[in-house]
């Protein structure tokens, strides 16, 4: 069977635990030279002084593919850029980036911290952005000098971020943050060839194990819906060439579905050519939420 990634250099930021960590075997199984960054986490935040990014490199080169370690933390600058220069460094090129590092400090909104707001919003949010500005950067330089580039950032958001969840404030407002990101990044980066995504996955991680407890427990028999590699064939695939027609899209993956979310639109509005009354307002508001869409419900509700 054909390698859908062949010779794609792809940097997986996240890449030593659960859903990047499938993201980078399946990468590699695909044909792709894959730099694999994890700090070393834990579920939180706090460093762990482990490397499970050492273990997924052994992993690939076992099965004879080309693959790299790094512990960049992805939301420093400059730590960031060099991150984006060890693959050009290793590998001759740059390819994709897969955003995916994160972690989380659950709190209901009324008890989170500054500084547990900061934590979240700087890993998930800044991080998306200091990987992928230095990349797009790279890319930009290269079509400046002349040469084609076929580039994708493939960014993590959440349902969390699209619908909300109760207790995650923090890591909800990031993941929406980071959808809305992937629209611009699409809208901004497609006249050098790059495209961005986003995808929402549900699977079983440190994360979702946390939140939501026996309701992602591994079945004893039959297709395990929350498996973290269900979600790596679609990543391959956006990774690839396959997918150059495909941008400014958000994603969820959950066991062998995949669904594309509709965003915001414009669905009603009412015009009476003049400023508004306030007393007139009420009754507007009645009559367009009458005839929009019910809301869908916020996780944990």
């Known amino acids: 069977m054909a390698q859908i990634c062949e ?44 490397g499970p990014a050492n273990e997924v490199v052994e992993v690939i080169r076992s099965m004879g593919g080309e693959a790299v370690v790094n512990g960049a933390d992805v939301a420093d600058w400059r730590q960031a850029e060099a991150l984006v220069r060890l693959a050009i460094d290793t590998f001759g090129r740059l390819d994709v980036v897969v955003n995916n590092a994160g972690f989380v400090r659950d709190r209901m909104f009324v008890s989170c911290s500054e500084d547990e707001w900061d934590a979240v919003i700087r ?24 040469e084609k580039v076929d580039a994708r950032i493939i960014n993590t958001s959440s349902g969390a ?7 995650q404030s923090s890591y909800s407002a990031a993941k929406a943050g980071i959808a809305t990101l992937t629209l611009v990044q699409a809208a901004e980066l497609g006249r050098y060839g790059i495209t961005a995504n986003a995808i929402c996955p549900i699977a079983r991680t440190r994360m979702t194990e946390s939140a939501f407890g026996d309701a992602m427990k591994k079945p004893d028999e039959g297709f395990d ?10 990543v391959a695939w956006l990774a690839s060439k396959e997918s150059r027609d495909v941008t400014g899209r958000v994603w969820e993956v959950f066991g062998g579905t995949i669904t594309v979310f509709d965003g915001y639109r414009r669905e009603q509005s009412v015009d009476i050519g003049k400023r508004w009354n306030a007393a007139e307002v009420g009754p ?7 005839k929009a869409q019910p809301l869908v419900k916020v ?3």
């Open 225 to 234: 819906v929350n498996d973290p590699g269900n979600v790596a064939p679609f």
């Open 7 to 50: 010779g794609r250099v792809v940097i997986v930021t996240g890449g030593g635990r659960g859903i990047g960590r499938e993201h980078a075997l399946e990468l590699a199984r695909q044909g792709a030279k894959v730099v694999v960054n994890d700090l070393g986490v834990t579920n939180s935040g706090e460093v762990s002084g482990q």
């Open 123 to 146: 890993v998930h949010l800044k991080g998306h952005f200091c990987v992928s500005r230095h990349a797009a950067g790279y890319w930009r330089e290269q079509v400046k000098a002349g």
């Open 161 to 167: 971020g699209v619908l909300g969840s109760v207790g």
């Open 299 to 301: 996780y944990g509700t």
């Open 284 to 290: 507007a508001i009645q009559s367009l939420l009458s």
